[in-house]
């Protein structure tokens, strides 16, 4: 069974480039990446709430890239502060994606990491990493 398509043409044509190209390198699984092609926005022309979003977003990246290396301390605090940052948006849905639906599966693959003092001292569990899939419509935005 094929995954349904994480965005469509009306959503490539009305968000920036690096939005959508960051979607697309996360459900890669290239995570890095994906921060690379959100921080090139962040840094450009986004207003304030698109800021707060795509650095809600990258620090999201962060975490599971810094996993891949090994470093579940640091991502530990990258899921608190990506978690953090999405709760102070204020809203359930922002360029189309649906924070509450992407946070709940942050929470599903990355909550073992609070589950102890040093997140160090735990074998990972096996988890299904995130999917970012927009909702059908395009929205507006800063």
């Avoid at 690096?18 to 840094?43: S, T, V």
């Avoid at 996993?67 to 991502?75: F, K, V």
């Amino acid at each position: 069974m094929s995954e349904s398509p994480a965005y469509s043409e009306a959503h490539a044509l009305a968000y920036p480039e690096n939005y959508i190209a960051g979607i697309e390198l996360y459900n890669a699984g290239e995570f890095h990446a994906a921060h690379d092609a959100w921080e090139d926005r962040w840094r450009d022309e986004a207003g304030p709430s698109e800021k707060l979003f795509l650095q809600a977003l990258i620090q999201s990246a962060v975490a599971f890239h810094h996993l891949e290396i090994g470093r579940r301390g640091a991502a530990r605090r990258m899921y608190q502060m990506a978690t953090e940052k999405f709760a102070r948006m204020g809203t359930d849905r922002f360029m189309s994606l649906d924070l509450r639906d992407y946070q709940a599966q942050l929470d599903r693959a990355l909550s073992w990491l609070l589950a102890v003092p040093d997140p160090r001292e735990i074998t990972p569990p096996e988890f299904e990493l995130p999917r970012i899939c927009l909702l059908p419509e395009v929205m507006e935005y800063d």
